[in-house]
Nanobody, 116 residues
């Protein structure tokens, strides 16, 4: 199992970013998928999950209404559209296999920094 996360960067509060995760090494379309984040000095935090078809999505209360998870099974790719970002969203973001997963060991993550 391998994930390559991308799309992170530095943005001002209120800004937007779109994260992507390229998955390989397993049958992507057979698995629910998640986004996990880890802020400096804190443990992993589950952010969002999506089922195999993309028809069901789940969000942590802290991001509900601001983030949108999606997937492209034809391209083995997971996305996270993040709008109205704030300083509390600053973290290293990882994709993970499984619903409500908090595992961060499959990829390097992509850094999101929200600062004015």
């Amino acid at each position: 199992v391998q994930f390559v996360e991308s799309g992170g960067g530095m943005v001002q509060p209120g800004g937007s970013l779109r994260l992507s995760c390229a998955a390989s090494g397993f049958f992507f379309s057979y698995w629910d998928m998640s986004w996990v984040r880890q802020a400096p000095g804190k443990g992993p935090e589950w952010v969002s999950s999506i089922n195999t078809s993309g028809g069901s999505t789940y969000y942590a209360d802290s991001v509900k209404g601001r983030f949108t998870i999606s997937r492209d099974n034809a391209k083995n790719t997971l996305h996270l559209q993040m709008n109205n970002l704030n300083a509390e969203d600053t973290a290293l973001y990882y994709c993970a296999r499984g619903k409500f997963s908090v595992r961060t060991s499959w990829g390097q993550g992509t850094q999101v920094t929200v600062s004015s």
